[in-house]
Every structure is written in structure tokens, then in C-alpha cells.
């Protein structure tokens, strides 16, 4: 089983359409969660970070179920400019470290 | 430009030549980490640094792969008798401990002839 598993999508969403992704990761000792955004042929960037109590950011919301270990982004109103790949990322005391993994990512396109 | 920065950006080699790359993260940063990124795929952990320290390698890493950070501030990953499956986008990242938000160069993007 993978670490942190991903739907890859394809995700075709028309403009203004609201989109859910979902997560889910395998060690419960994980302790800080991250949503990265990544556009094609450029470095991942920070979308939002992942709190227990979940947290929004503007059109985008983040949810956290430890006991499930699900995490969960939720983009509304989605503009073209979202189209993207969205990794979902832990970080947690695997082996001793203290690294961050990575999913595979999901794609968003969103059309006209 | 305060941002992580990485060079070179793109590097063609023959196989079996060595190649070395270099970081340099946002100065306050004492965590330093590695990633591959091949097509498709989300990035892979290589390796990473608290300060000079190299912490965690990834068992999936050969022999043929070494990184340093000698002082506790650029680091260099080097990959000895490159093979075609080294193709990939090297990425760095850095961060303020270890539990922040980590910090992504542009990377260098590997391509092995």
C-alpha cells in the first residue's frame, strides 16, 4: 500500500462547477498535513495546510479525519486558472525522519 | 531573489557520465530535501538535512547517488554513471524545522542520452 494514495484523475470540470479530491494516508503517526499545487513543468508550491478542525481559504476548503486518516480539498466556484495538479502531502515520523510524502496527484482541468 | 535556487536547470548527459547538481535554500532554512519527479508521478524522497546532518536516505536510492551539505547551507546531490532511468526532474526544498510548510526550487531537469 501506498503511503498517501490518490485519485490521478483526470478531473474535467466545467468553469464555476465545485470539485472535491480526497486522500488518504497510511501511517497514523503522520502529524502535519499539506495540500501543493503544481502546474505543468514547475516545482510544487503551497496551497493551504490541513488542520484538524479543517480550514478554508477563500473558494478552497480543507478537511482532516484522523480516525479515518482521509484528507479532503474542496474547490468552489472553479476558474480556469485552477487547472492543475493537486498533490496531497504528509509528514510524519516514518523510520526515524521526519520527511514529507508525497501522493501521486490528482489533475484538475477545468473547462469553458 | 530569496527563494530556494537550484542549478542547472536542465542537464543532458551521456550515460555513464557523473553529474552534480546544486541547491541553495532560503537562507534561514535549516531543513534541506531531495526529491525525483518523473512524469506522472508525485515527487519521490530522496534524501534530506537538518543543517549539515543528513538525516534520512531512502532505501531506494543506489549507491550511485550522494548528496552533502557540508556547511549547513547549499547542498549538492551527485549521481555517478548515470543510467537512463535516471531521467528525471531533481527538486529541492527547504524548511524553517520540522514542522513547516516546505519551500520548492524550480528544480533541474535530468535527461540521460
Redesign the interface.
Known amino acids: 500500500r501506498k503511503e498517501?494514495e490518490q485519485d490521478?484523475g483526470p478531473f474535467n470540470v466545467p468553469e464555476g462547477a465545485t470539485v472535491a479530491f480526497n486522500c488518504t494516508y497510511s501511517n497514523s503517526a503522520s502529524?502535519?498535513f499539506?495540500w501543493y499545487r503544481q502546474d505543468c513543468r514547475?516545482?510544487?508550491?503551497?496551497l493551504m495546510?490541513v488542520y484538524s478542525s479543517g480550514n478554508e481559504d477563500g473558494r478552497f476548503t480543507a478537511q482532516l479525519n484522523r480516525a479515518s486518516q482521509y484528507i479532503s480539498l474542496l474547490i468552489r466556484d472553479s476558474k480556469l486558472s485552477d487547472s492543475a495538479t493537486y498533490?496531497c502531502v504528509v509528514?510524519g515520523l516514518t523510520?526515524?525522519?521526519?520527511?514529507?510524502?508525497?501522493?501521486?496527484?490528482t489533475q484538475l482541468k477545468v473547462e469553458l | 531573489d530569496t527563494g530556494v535556487s537550484q542549478d542547472p536547470r536542465h542537464k543532458i548527459t551521456k550515460r555513464g557520465q557523473n553529474v552534480t547538481f546544486r541547491c541553495d535554500p532560503i537562507s534561514e532554512h535549516n531543513r534541506l530535501y531531495w526529491y525525483r519527479q518523473t512524469l506522472g508521478q508525485g515527487p519521490e524522497f530522496l534524501t534530506y538535512f537538518q543543517n549539515e546532518a543528513q538525516l534520512e536516505k531512502s532505501r531506494l536510492l543506489s549507491d550511485r547517488f550522494s548528496a552533502e551539505r557540508p556547511k549547513g547551507s547549499f547542498s549538492t546531490l551527485e549521481i555517478q554513471r548515470t543510467e537512463q532511468g535516471d531521467s528525471a526532474m531533481y527538486l529541492c526544498a527547504s524548511s524553517l524545522g520540522g514542522t513547516t510548510e516546505a519551500f520548492f526550487g524550480q528544480g533541474t531537469r535530468l535527461t540521460v542520452v
Open positions: 498517501v490521478p502529524q502535519s499539506f514547475k516545482e510544487p508550491k503551497l495546510s498533490l509528514r523510520g526515524g525522519g521526519n520527511k514529507l510524502t508525497f501522493g501521486t496527484g
